[in-house]
């Protein structure tokens, strides 16, 4: 297949990049360094340096004797992406350009600003550079686990039925974001909801949690290929930030209670997915929703497993429960429905305590380029 990445710097663009490739299929990967960019301004950059993309393709073609094509571009860019789409004519395009972190958009109004109009208008330049130029592509999207919340009932893959006063309806699944980062995603499904049932585009929605690790089989074939690996308090997700807290003897940061919980998954995983959603299209007219993560952890679950593993590794680890930067439910029910990658062949590789170790280790090999003043919250929900 012909397969457009967009946002192909990005932690899971790059080995998605890579992945595809090794398989055999054409790849173009676009990206405006959007990220490194905002990492730059918060002072948030990323543990491993990691090359810019056209380097990084040289060093994979040296690795594996495969070219991936790259270009520097902004999806907001219209008559851009609509060019790349003319061009390389793609089959299918996984979509990852956005703004991913919950905190950023919290920071003040330039950067809630930012994170809107960039993941709305690349979702809306997206929509319409398939409509113009490639109507049969497969659009594959990242949405978040988060853009459902944590209700009080049973999560379903993206759909509920609801019966009212004696009546039947299928609607999407309600959503309710904790950031203005999740609204856009939720904001993004509901864009390819009306172009899926007005045009009879075929896209498939991910609602992914947080991915965790470092190692692919493609990432691990140089250093220069690995991906990026935030662990400050915007660009970090929580796993990312207990291996560093661990490694550098900060106290591990749970925040609030710790009672938490969401669905994770590793990057191994998220191949596979992507993969299989490539594999398995939507049909036209069809928002297939899946929900994208293995197993789930409550924040003292993780809290209590990376001290475990990292104590039996001779590091000394304490957990410090901070006051709550977020608002968000501290304590709560969770139950989210998994089995669509399931059914399409997804093999799980659970976070062991071995993949917990072997994560560490590759923090402790960068260990002196942890800056601990990046660990503690600094932007609060308020
Ligand atoms: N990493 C996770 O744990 C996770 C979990 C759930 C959902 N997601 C979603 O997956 C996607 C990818 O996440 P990630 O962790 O790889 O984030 P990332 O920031 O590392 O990657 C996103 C990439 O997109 C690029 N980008 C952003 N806006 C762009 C634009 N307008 N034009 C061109 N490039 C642009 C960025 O420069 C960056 O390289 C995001 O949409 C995110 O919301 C990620």
Redesign the pocket.
């Known amino acids: 297949m012909r397969i457009m990445i967009?946002?192909g710097?990005?932690?899971?663009?790059w080995p998605t990049a890579m992945a595809f490739r090794c398989a055999g299929h054409d790849v173009l990967a676009?990206?405006?360094?959007?990220?490194?960019r905002i990492a730059r301004e918060t002072k948030s950059d990323a543990l491993i340096p990691t090359p810019l993309l056209a380097e990084r393709a040289a060093v994979f073609h040296q690795m594996t004797g495969q070219s991936i094509a790259t270009v520097e571009?902004?999806?907001?860019d219209f008559e851009f992406l609509s060019r790349q789409f003319a061009e390389f004519a793609p089959e299918a395009v996984v979509h990852?350009?956005?703004?991913?972190s919950a905190p950023y958009s919290m920071m003040g109004f330039a950067e809630a600003r930012n994170t809107l109009t960039?993941n709305l208008n690349?979702t809306l330049n997206l929509i319409w550079a398939v409509l113009e130029h490639a109507r049969d592509c497969h659009i594959i999207k990242?949405?978040?686990?988060g853009e459902y919340g944590t209700p009080n009932i049973d999560i379903e893959e993206g759909w509920i039925d609801i019966a009212h006063k004696g009546r039947r309806e299928k609607f999407l699944y309600p959503r309710q974001g904790g950031s203005l980062y999740h609204t856009t995603?939720v904001m993004d499904t509901d864009l390819l909801w009306f172009y899926v049932r007005i045009y009879g585009l075929a896209v498939t929605d991910l609602m992914?949690?947080?991915?965790y690790g470092l190692s692919t089989e493609e990432a691990d074939l140089h250093p220069a290929l690995v991906p990026?690996f935030h662990y400050d308090d915007i660009f970090g997700?929580v796993v990312n930030r207990f291996l560093v807290q661990a490694v550098a003897g900060i106290p591990l940061t749970v925040y609030g209670k710790g009672g938490q919980t969401r669905g994770y998954l590793n990057l191994r995983d998220t191949l596979q997915c992507i993969a299989l959603a490539a594999a398995h299209p939507a049909k036209k007219g069809e928002l297939r929703i899946l929900n994208q993560f293995t197993e789930t952890f409550s924040i003292n679950d993780l809290a209590t497993r990376v001290q475990r593993v990292a104590t039996g590794m001779g590091l000394r680890v304490d957990v410090q429960e901070l006051d709550n930067p977020r608002k968000e439910l501290e304590q709560h029910y969770y139950n989210p429905a998994h089995h669509g990658l399931i059914d399409l062949g997804l093999e799980p590789h659970f976070m062991t305590d071995e993949v917990v170790a072997a994560m560490i280790e590759r923090v402790q090999a960068h260990r002196e380029r942890i800056v601990v003043d990046r660990i503690m919250p600094r932007v609060r929900w308020k």
């Open positions: 967009l946002g710097d990005g932690y899971l663009g676009i990206d405006n360094y959007f990220r490194r571009g902004d999806c907001c990852y350009a956005e703004q991913p960039n690349a990242l949405g978040t686990m995603k992914q949690g947080p991915v990026n997700t």
